[in-house]
Each structure stands twice: as C-alpha cells, then as structure tokens.
C-alpha cells in the first residue's frame, strides 16, 4: 500500500484531483493507494474555510479506483484536535491557512500507517511516485528536498526543507516526539513560516533528497514533482506569482508546459462532469 497524506478545504478539491490524476497516470505499479484527506470546517475564522464534502470525496473515490478498485480515499475530520492543540493559538492566522497545520496531527490520527507521503495539492508528478515512495527512511524522521529559495538562508542550513512533500517515517516520528515538538512550537511561538518552521526547528534525523523530488521553479526530464508554489518572477519586472496546476491556460502561456496536458485535460473532463452531477 501506497500512503498519501493531503490537508486541507473545499476550495482545494482541483488540486486534489489534479494531483491525484498525476500520481495515478504517471506511476506503474499494482499496489493500491490510500488518499488520506485531512480537513475540518473552521469558517469561524474566514467564511470560506468549510470541510470538503462528502460529495467530493466520494467523487475522488470513484476516479481512483477506476485506476485500482483497491485505491481509496479516506476524509478524516480532525476539527476536535484542532480546536484542541492550536485554536487562538499564534499561528491560527499564519501566511496561508490552518490548513496547513493539519499535517501536524498525524502522530495523533488513529491507524494512521507507519509510512506516509505528505503533499501539498499544488503539484504534479512528472514521473512515477514510487521513485520517491521507495526511498530509505527507515533510519530517520523523513525525507524532503531544500526549499529553494529558503536554502539560502544560513541559519537553518542543511535543515531548511520544503515542507510541501514529506515522506515520513511516523513510527520513527513518534519515537523522537517530531511532531508533539512542532505543535509545541505552533501554540507557543509566532513562526514565520508556520508549521514548516516548526518542523524545520525539531528534526533531529532527516534525509535530504534531491531537488527533483520537489522542484519549485523549474521542470527537467528526471524531474519528479513540480511544485507549483510561489515563486519569483525577473520580468517584466521582479513580482511573485502563485500559478497553480488547475490553470491551464496560465501554465501553457507563461510556462510553456504541455507534458501535463493528458493529466489536465482528464481534469476538465472530471471537474465539469462533477459539477453537472452535483449541480445546487
């Protein structure tokens, strides 16, 4: 069983597909996947913060497994540990959602597995996941890329990651208290990168792995992941720009990408065929 870990709201549901799609169309493999989804319904804080819905995710279910009848998708609603561990806490308005924060549960998520492959619903995988799934990670918290611009910030050295795609070792995590010293960090200290930050400032044991595995600006052959995140732009004049996947016309006109065009045009079709079929 392959283990993937998402977070976050409704508003997400077309990077879940599209990034979905990706795994399923790029990987060769027979094993099934589990889609965890973790979310919660926080519109207390900003209107638009709703849960996904069970409509959504039985949507997602019904595409996967007509990849594998064994994948599934999984919604787990983690509203009670939020308002537990981080509800007023410093970081609740962080740079960009509590979402964000969820990952840090999944020490206390019950049957959670051993090995899990977090990822942000901004990507999309070039090649097949198993070439990150299969890394060694045994001896250590988890595996992830350096950020690349946060790389260059000398105070955290080897340790600054992305903390968009994390393959953990959960076992190994609860052993050195990874995440209970991360969501210590988010209830008593403003970060300023939340819980990237968090995480950054408890890793005892972590696998640093290459920048294919998560590349953040640019788009190679043996690139793997590219992540669709912020990102720095010289002309016509310096801007930061956040174009996600779902934007097609944006990803063809401004990065000139087309490999992705069977996962994207799969998405359209998928979108519009459950938007007719859950019509208000």
Same mark, same amino acid.
């Given at each position: 069983? =392959?283990?993937?870990?998402?977070?976050?709201? %409704?508003?997400?549901?077309?990077?879940?597909?599209?990034?979905?799609?990706?795994?399923?169309?790029?990987? #060769?493999t027979?094993?099934?996947?589990?889609?965890?989804?973790?979310?919660? %319904?926080?519109?207390?804080?900003?209107?638009?913060?709703? @849960? $996904?819905? *069970?409509?959504? =995710?039985? $949507?997602? *279910?019904?595409?996967?497994?007509?990849?594998?009848?064994?994948?599934?998708?999984?919604?787990? #609603?983690?509203r009670?540990?939020y308002?537990?561990?981080?509800?007023?806490?410093?970081?609740?308005?962080?740079?960009?959602?509590?979402?964000?924060?969820l990952r840090?549960?999944?020490?206390?998520?019950?049957?959670?597995?051993?090995?899990?492959?977090?990822?942000?619903? #901004?990507?999309?995988?070039?090649? *097949?996941?198993?070439l990150?799934?299969?890394?060694?990670?045994?001896k250590?918290?988890? @595996? @992830?890329?350096? %950020?690349?611009?946060?790389?260059?910030?000398?105070?955290?050295?080897?340790?600054?990651?992305?903390?968009?795609?994390?393959?953990?070792?959960?076992?190994?995590?609860?052993k050195?208290?990874?995440?209970?010293?991360?969501?210590?960090?988010?209830?008593?200290?403003?970060?300023?990168?939340?819980?990237?930050?968090?995480?950054?400032?408890?890793?005892?044991?972590?696998?640093?792995?290459?920048?294919?595995?998560?590349?953040?600006?640019?788009?190679?052959?043996?690139?793997?992941?590219?992540?669709?995140?912020?990102?720095?732009f010289?002309?016509?004049?310096?801007h930061?720009?956040?174009?996600?996947?779902?934007?097609?016309?944006?990803?063809?006109?401004?990065?000139?990408?087309?490999?992705?065009?069977?996962?994207?045009?799969?998405?359209?079709?998928?979108?519009?065929?459950?938007?007719?079929?859950?019509q208000?």
């Amino acid at each position: 069983m =392959i283990n993937i870990l998402f977070c976050g709201n %409704d508003k997400v549901f077309d990077g879940a597909l599209t990034t979905m799609l990706s795994i399923l169309k790029r990987t #060769d493999t027979k094993e099934p996947f589990t889609f965890y989804i973790y979310t919660m %319904d926080v519109s207390h804080i900003k209107p638009e913060y709703k @849960a $996904f819905t *069970d409509q959504q =995710i039985k $949507f997602l *279910d019904d595409v996967v497994k007509g990849y594998n009848p064994e994948n599934t998708v999984i919604k787990i #609603d983690v509203r009670d540990l939020y308002d537990k561990e981080f509800a007023n806490s410093p970081n609740e308005q962080c740079y960009c959602s509590p979402y964000t924060l969820l990952r840090l549960f999944a020490d206390l998520v019950p049957n959670m597995p051993d090995k899990l492959l977090y990822l942000d619903i #901004d990507l999309l995988f070039n090649r *097949d996941v198993r070439l990150l799934w299969d890394q060694d990670v045994s001896k250590v918290e988890y @595996a @992830a890329s350096r %950020d690349h611009y946060g790389k260059i910030i000398l105070f955290f050295r080897r340790k600054f990651i992305n903390a968009g795609v994390i393959l953990f070792n959960l076992a190994e995590c609860k052993k050195t208290g990874l995440l209970e010293k991360s969501r210590n960090f988010i209830k008593n200290k403003k970060l300023l990168f939340a819980d990237e930050s968090a995480i950054i400032l408890s890793t005892t044991k972590q696998k640093v792995l290459s920048q294919r595995f998560n590349d953040q600006k640019f788009l190679y052959k043996d690139t793997v992941i590219r992540h669709f995140s912020k990102r720095l732009f010289w002309l016509p004049y310096p801007h930061v720009a956040n174009i996600k996947q779902w934007k097609i016309t944006k990803v063809h006109k401004i990065f000139g990408y087309e490999n992705f065009d069977d996962i994207l045009y799969d998405y359209v079709y998928l979108k519009g065929k459950f938007e007719a079929e859950n019509q208000q």
